[in-house]
């Protein structure tokens, strides 16, 4: 073998990276290695027209750990945010809309044309969800508990948990109180948003506005248990050092994996594109290194892998390596997927019929409905109507499109007077029944998107310039992600915290000595958080070599 490294990482995307910088930093030798030929993983900045700079595949940014920003000086590399203040927009075809963000005053105001209960209750609803943050973001930065086979530690912190989650406050709080908090949070991560939603509001527009988050990423409905976990993603994190306010990246989401990777430089870690691996290494039962496609043959006393569970176990491991058990519960991970993603250039702003009378004489660019996610969601009917296209293995006839145009706010993405923008779509599933994916498909549902908003923003279609369409299948080839499932493996409970990637290995340890998972498939998930990159860095560290 070639000269040894402390620690390989497989796959530069932002978890890997992350990893990489805490291992780094604490004096490893380290080596990053990335079968792309550009750095990022689904967190990647491209030029796929000239002087259109596009987010490919991640588009928005709120869950990356402010921790790790602050402990890697990411600032220091060019790392900035771009707040999105209002942060969503619905129009409508009656002509009214709902515009929803930080402000308080403001919601209420627009959320009183379509209910003035809902106006008072929205405040209560946030509330709500910033309870259960509470409980959940502690445990985003620590290693779960092994359910299986507890030691005193995980017993500890199983304990630490429920006291949590009766105390939240750590306040005079009564019983009753208490389990109020423990009901919300268990309905949260268990439950479907539908009920939930439906229980706090009477305004469909409302409704059908907060529903689309709980979809994103998911082969589900609003109606489906595991969704509301999914819509509470989507009020975590911070921008800024402001609480659920979401933002777009300087330069797009390859901002948040190029600053990354000068820090990883800075600290003396080694990054190889172009470096696909073919194998991972395993001699007596332990990791020794990786080789790669091209045949060579490197040797690092620990490997972490950013790939998810399937890639890796499946993939780049004998089977001979694995206990049957464990190959097994792999197996068994649902990858299911319906995302789709168009990625455009634009040569005009759209044109919404329900606000050229309000905003006549305002410049187009300075414009509130532009800076934050545009829905184009009536109601939640119109979501299950989509979703029943694709349970039968059909592309939705009327997709649920949610549309971002972030050179808006990052003039740096676009030439002068064009735009980018970019439509997330469901539900396009990654399995079809009567169909397989080919581009005369990917047409076929852009279509579709267009047409869905032409009927709010006439002459739509004819402002695109170039487009881009991913349909899962395109993910996954491109992103190397199973199932074309952006989150690594889907979101529901029985794969989430202790049974991420599966139980008895949550810990980001694995059945290999040596073998660490890093990436989203491990705790805590999809989404660009770091978290996950972060922790495993922790557990190899306090491996040892």
């Known amino acids: 073998m070639s000269s040894a490294y402390d620690a390989i990482v497989i796959g530069a995307g932002h978890n890997?990276?992350?990893c990489a910088c805490y291992l780094a930093k604490a004096g490893r030798r380290v080596l990053v290695?990335?079968?792309?030929s550009v750095i990022g993983g689904a967190c990647v900045t491209e030029e796929p027209w000239p002087g259109f700079k596009i987010s490919t595949a991640a588009y928005v940014n709120s869950l990356f750990r402010p921790e790790i920003v602050r402990e890697l000086r990411l600032r220091d590399y060019g790392f900035e945010l771009l707040e999105r203040r209002p942060s969503s927009f619905?129009?409508?075809?009656?002509?009214?809309?709902l515009m929803l963000g930080a402000d308080t005053i403001s919601n209420a105001r627009e959320i009183a044309q379509f209910s003035a209960s809902d106006a008072e209750r929205y405040p209560e609803y946030e509330a709500m969800l910033e309870r259960v943050a509470s409980v959940v973001e502690p445990t985003l930065l620590e290693a779960p508990p092994n359910l299986l086979n507890p030691s005193l530690k995980d017993l500890r912190s199983l304990w630490r948990i429920r006291s949590t989650l009766c105390h939240p406050e750590r306040s005079e709080r009564s019983s009753r109180s208490r389990g109020s908090t423990l009901r919300e949070a268990v309905e949260i991560l268990t439950?479907?948003?539908?009920?939930i939603l439906d229980r706090w509001f009477e305004s469909e527009e409302l409704k059908g506005t907060l529903a689309t988050d709980a979809i994103i990423g998911a082969m589900a409905s609003p109606s489906m248990p595991g969704t509301a976990y999914v819509l509470f993603h989507h009020v975590m994190g911070e921008t800024n050092g402001a609480r659920g306010v979401w933002s777009y990246v300087r330069g797009g989401m390859g901002g948040i994996t190029k600053a990354l990777a000068s820090a990883a430089r800075a600290l003396g870690v080694e990054i190889k594109t172009d470096a696909e691996v073919a194998r991972i290494s395993v001699r007596d039962g332990r990791a020794v290194g990786v080789v790669l496609a091209n045949g060579d043959d490197i040797a690092a006393k620990q490997v972490a892998s950013n790939a998810d569970a399937n890639v890796t176990f499946l993939h780049l491991l004998d089977a001979a390596s694995l206990p049957d058990a464990f190959r097994q519960a792999i197996e068994n991970i649902d990858y299911s997927s319906a995302s789709l993603k168009i990625n455009l250039a634009l040569d005009r702003l759209p044109e919404f019929a329900c606000r050229r009378r309000a905003v006549a004489n305002l410049a187009q660019e300075r414009r509130s409905e532009y800076q934050g996610t545009i829905h184009f969601c009536p109601d939640q009917d119109f979501i299950?109507?989509?979703?029943?296209?694709?349970?039968?293995g059909a592309p939705s006839r009327e997709p649920v499109v949610e549309l971002q145009l972030p050179s808006v706010l990052d003039?740096?993405?676009a030439p002068p007077g064009m735009y980018v923008g970019s439509m997330f779509v469901q539900y396009a599933p990654y399995k079809l029944k009567n169909a397989t994916w080919t581009q005369a498909l990917n047409d076929e549902v852009a279509a579709r998107c267009f047409a869905i908003v032409e009927r709010y923003a006439p002459g739509f279609t004819s402002s695109v310039v170039h487009r881009q369409v991913l349909s899962p299948v395109d993910i996954e080839k491109t992103f190397n992600l199973t199932g074309g499932n952006i989150f690594q493996g889907a979101m529901s409970l029985q794969q989430l915290f202790s049974f991420r990637p599966v139980p008895g290995f949550a810990a980001y340890r694995t059945p290999v000595k040596a073998l660490y998972l890093c990436g989203s498939a491990a705790h805590p998930g999809g989404g660009v958080m770091g978290a996950a990159g972060r922790n495993a860095a922790r557990v190899m560290l306090a491996r040892g070599m």
């Open 16 to 18: 890997g990276l992350v």
């Open 33 to 36: 290695l990335e079968r792309r």
């Open 90 to 97: 619905t129009p409508f075809l009656d002509g009214r809309s």
């Open 191 to 195: 439950g479907a948003a539908r009920p």
């Open 384 to 392: 299950e109507r989509a979703y029943d296209d694709a349970k039968y």
């Open 411 to 413: 003039e740096t993405l």
